[in-house]
């Protein structure tokens, strides 16, 4: 018998948090008895700021490990989950890793009964208007929690690996039990509060296990690409380039059908476009080209290619004109541009109520991890320039 | 009498990538020059080594260079005034430090390399490929492959044990596979220092050693009046490396315990009373064996041979192994276009080894894996199945398939 976990994991932010909960699921489960061994899926870039990644962990009761190698070692990805961790909640919208493999749904490989685990603070009907039905009963797991993201190479030490750890502990005792987890965070850290953090986890989790039943979900919008044949494409590594179009309004640049990006997004940038001086600023910076130039001079956002960098929202020198807000409260990438020239009011209204109260701040560089400001509801056509400094993180 | 026991010589057990085992192999060789320059997979051990020596494990030199090439050079250099070095590299990378690969060998220092086998590059990959490392093959180094996070950490002791033997004194390059080893966290046991120490004696150069106190010049212009003298030189170092990394292994193995057997050069699984075996370097060994397990169930009487070594060539211990079977099918993780049949590397070294033999095996070739791609269970069920195919069927003896490719 042989049990996998996939742990989905946002790129470079969460790639040491990935690799220590995969290793230390191996680590647990020896000291059961078992053998086990670890690995990321090789294909991904996860230096890349934000994309979906995946670590694993393969565990068996009663193979040698080196069978259990032959089966799950040499392989790019896995077919199936017993268990599928998400570490950022909004990647319940789809997962495109790096380069041809489509957007793909996030409980794609848990099995029959499996467990899809997500590190959370919203209900799981929430999460499952986004996540692809299967034709077969699984579950949903709960988290409570925020994502843990840390900076370009550290790791925030903030005790999600830990209640992961407890977390599984609660869906499959078998796997890890809760015991075994204590017990090797006890020895390991000589720390208490790591082996009471993962006992709370697990405890929690207990409370918010849903069974999704076969069908329950969103019909997977997005095809699968099929990859052609050695004699389909151009000799010499040769890759045709997008045909070239230009024309002023939404969508109006050509772009790259086969790999839009927006699964990379945690946060998106919400424009008021009734505050906005057409400085030119977020058009200029943005380093995926989202914005489109509209007929009226202002900047429409591509949200199909917009990875969320937050980049547009730094530059941006008006108070409250482009603020980054979480993905999980937006239905689609419909053109934001539209929306506003359809109803300016309306637009306005809407835009307010998705950006809230506050103002999430990511301090990606040193890794201090989400800190929340104030915001403030700016009346309409109220432009006040302010001057940002141009430093990529607060310290709180 | 005092009783003394002796002092354990694995100490701990820790779960380590590939990359990961093999510094602790260099860290336990008590490395004196690192030099580094990275690329992916091979960039892991750099990062892991870094780390020892910040963190006081490991009292090394660790250089940066501006690239492969002066990588390559900084430890050869220091290699000649003796110190202990290590560098590594992986995929294109490797390619370009190849200028001073070849003075390494050719000045007969030995340095130790890990190669994370990596696709050359174009297209950009970063999965494996052997042809990097294979790239060797004839310049005078010693070659082979790991397929375990376990080895990895103990050909690190064994591949300088080898090397700086002074009947040797010839750079080795330790190959695994890119991702599937050198990126897999497995548990591994560490050995303690002093069992090291036990097996691995101090690097002496003697009076090659470049110092002020022994004033001699290194690799002058010499042109044809000596250069076939120090091929032929070069040429008997490579002979008596035979004998030596035997005797490396029986040396180990009285420290260490059995983990490897005579011939040593390579592992045979299941082939005692086989009549067709596989045979590849590498990882492919885990869906390889298992592949035989289980065909062994239904009936077949299949085996898998995983060779480790490949400079120096095991002539007469793979004939005599591959010569008993119907028939032998070789995998090949790497391509030699153009070359006889448009087989792989592997082939042509196999079937040149197997021509003396009075009565050959049919022989089929697999290219298979190139870039990374994974080779499972049932592709190696699969050519099992060709290769028993041409135990039986003399047409296809010859034949190179190539398993997994879309088409």
Redesign the interface.
């Known amino acids: 018998m042989i049990k996998r976990v996939e742990i989905n994991y946002r790129g470079i932010f969460q790639k040491t948090l990935a690799?220590k909960i995969?290793?230390d699921i191996?680590?647990v489960a020896?000291r059961m008895g078992q053998v086990g061994?670890?690995?990321?899926r090789?294909?991904d870039s996860p230096e890349r700021n934000g994309i979906p990644c995946k670590y694993f962990a393969f565990v068996s009761p009663d193979l040698s490990?080196?069978?259990l190698?032959?089966?799950c070692?040499?392989?790019?990805d896995i077919d199936e989950a017993n268990i599928s961790v998400v570490l950022d909640d909004t990647m319940v919208k789809g997962v495109e890793p790096w380069g041809w493999h489509g957007i793909r749904p996030i409980n794609e490989k848990v099995v029959e009964g499996g467990y899809l685990l997500v590190v959370s603070r919203k209900q799981p009907e929430e999460l499952l208007q986004w996540i692809g039905r299967k034709p077969y009963d699984y579950h949903l797991a709960i988290l409570p929690g925020d994502a843990s993201f840390a900076g370009l190479w550290v790791y925030k030490d903030d005790l999600t690996h830990e209640r992961v750890l407890g977390a599984i502990a609660a869906l499959d005792p078998s796997l890890i039990s809760l015991e075994a987890v204590e017990a090797y965070l006890r020895d390991k850290m000589h720390e208490p509060a790591r082996a009471e953090a993962a006992r709370q986890a697990h405890d929690e989790v207990r409370q918010r296990v849903r069974v999704v039943k076969a069908g329950e979900g969103r019909r997977w919008p997005y095809a699968i690409p099929e990859?052609?044949?050695?004699?389909e494409f151009a000799e010499g590594?040769v890759v045709r380039a997008v045909p070239r179009h230009f024309e002023i309004g939404p969508r109006g640049q050509s772009r790259n059908e086969q790999f839009k990006r927006f699964t990379t997004r945690t946060q998106r940038p919400v424009v008021r476009f009734d505050l906005c001086t057409k400085c030119m600023l977020c058009w200029y910076d943005c380093p995926d080209e989202c914005f489109d130039p509209t007929p009226d001079g202002l900047f429409d956002v591509n949200y199909e290619y917009c990875v969320g960098c937050g980049r547009c929202a730094q530059v941006c020198p008006v108070k409250e004109c482009i603020v980054m807000v979480d993905e999980l409260r937006f239905e689609d990438n419909s053109s934001p541009w539209e929306f506003y020239r359809r109803d300016p009011q309306g637009y306005i209204r809407w835009a307010e109520e998705k950006k809230g109260n506050e103002r999430i701040v990511y301090p990606f560089v040193t890794g201090t991890g989400v800190a929340t400001v104030p915001g403030e509801h700016v009346p309409e056509g109220q432009k006040t320039v302010v001057k940002k400094q141009d430093k990529l993180e607060v310290s709180l | 009498m005092t009783l003394t026991q002796p002092a354990p010589v694995y100490v701990r057990e820790d779960l380590l990538t590939g990359c990961q085992a093999v510094a602790h192999g260099v860290r336990l060789a008590d490395v004196d020059v690192v030099s580094a320059y990275p690329i992916r997979p091979y960039t892991e051990v750099m990062d892991a080594l870094s780390k020892m020596i910040a963190d006081g494990e490991l009292d090394a030199e660790y250089i940066i260079a501006d690239s492969e090439h002066s990588q390559f050079e900084i430890v050869k250099h220091a290699s000649s005034v003796g110190a202990r070095a290590f560098a590594g590299s992986s995929g294109t990378g490797w390619m370009y430090g190849f200028e001073a690969l070849v003075v390494t060998a050719t000045d007969r220092l030995p340095v130790l390399f890990l190669v994370g086998n990596r696709a050359l590059d174009d297209p950009g990959a970063f999965g494996v490929e052997h042809n990097d490392a294979l790239a060797l093959r004839d310049m005078g180094w010693l070659l082979f492959w790991v397929t375990t996070p376990q080895e990895a950490l103990e050909h690190v002791l064994i591949g300088y044990r080898i090397a700086e033997d002074p009947r040797v004194r010839m750079p080795v390059a330790l190959a695994m596979d890119g991702a599937f080893l050198t990126h897999s966290q497995h548990l591994v046991r560490i050995p303690s220092p002093e069992a090291v120490r036990r097996f691995l004696p101090p690097y002496d150069l003697g009076d090659r050693r470049l110092h002020p106190d022994n004033p001699i010049s290194i690799a002058p212009q010499a042109n044809e009046d000596w250069v076939m003298e120090l091929r032929r030189q070069n040429w008997e170092a490579a002979r008596r490396a035979r004998q030596v990394i035997t005797q490396a292994y029986e040396e180990f193995r009285a420290i260490f315990g059995d983990r490897y057997t005579p011939p040593y050069y390579f592992d045979e699984f299941l082939t005692e009373d086989a009549e067709v075996v596989l045979i590849g370097l590498g990882t492919v060994a885990s869906p390889g064996r298992t592949a035989a397990r289980r065909l062994r169930q239904q009936g077949h009487k299949v085996g898998y041979v995983n060779l480790r070594w490949f400079r120096p060539f095991p002539t007469v211990e793979l004939r005599e192994c591959l010569r008993r079977f119907k028939a032998v099918g070789v995998i090949d993780r790497d391509f030699a276009h153009g070359s006889p049949d448009d087989g792989g590397a592997l082939l042509h070294e196999i079937r040149s080894c197997l021509y003396p033999a009075r009565e050959r095996p049919a022989i089929v070739n697999f290219i298979s894996g190139l870039g990374g791609r994974d080779i499972s269970i049932a592709d190696c069920i699969r050519m099992f199945e060709l290769t028993e195919r041409a135990a039986r069927e003399e047409a296809l003896d010859g034949f190179v398939t190539w398993i997994g490719v879309r088409e």
Do not use: D, I, Q, R
């Open positions: 690799k995969g290793g191996v680590m020896s061994f670890s690995n990321g090789y294909s490990e080196e069978e190698e032959a089966e070692g040499a392989k790019l990859l052609p044949k050695w004699n590594v």
